[in-house]
């Protein structure tokens, strides 16, 4: 299937993730367009429904961008918000999908070039992994 685009939902902190991801467009450093960032106050803010949520409403993949550890400008949000992808990996599997469609990752807001490799890298597995089964689940429907 080498004409499938993943459609990737990226949850990014305001203050670190997401400003490594405006970092990255104002020194023209590209990403793939079909990451959808979606900005949140802080990563602890992520609930496990909302990874869910977004794998279910057609998201091939999900990843929780937070701030790098020990740094999270609410003590331990991004801390909470890996046991959450944790969780959701474990979720995954036992429903028989590939755990890797979802993932937490770590920036400082300095990191630009790192969030748009990383951007691109996740892209580059999920287009790998194919699209999710929801997706698949829903064509096979109609």
């Known amino acids: 299937m080498s004409n499938f685009e993943p459609e990737i939902v990226a949850f990014c902190c305001h203050y670190c993730a997401y400003t490594a991801a405006d970092m990255a467009g104002t ?8 990451v959808k960032i979606i900005r949140v106050p802080c990563t602890g803010k992520v609930d496990a429904i909302h990874l869910m949520k977004a794998l279910e409403k057609g998201a091939d993949g999900v990843y929780v961008a937070g701030c790098l550890e020990g740094d999270c400008h609410f003590k331990n949000g991004n801390i909470r918000a890996a046991a959450h992808v944790e969780k959701i990996k474990k979720t995954l599997e036992d429903l028989g999908w590939e755990p890797e469609r979802v993932a937490m990752m770590n920036f400082s807001a300095a990191m630009g070039e790192k969030f748009a490799q990383a951007a691109e890298e996740f892209t580059e597995k999920i287009k790998a992994l194919g699209p999710s089964p929801a997706s698949q689940a829903t064509s096979q429907a109609v």
């Open 27 to 34: 020194r023209r450093i590209s990403y793939p367009s079909n």
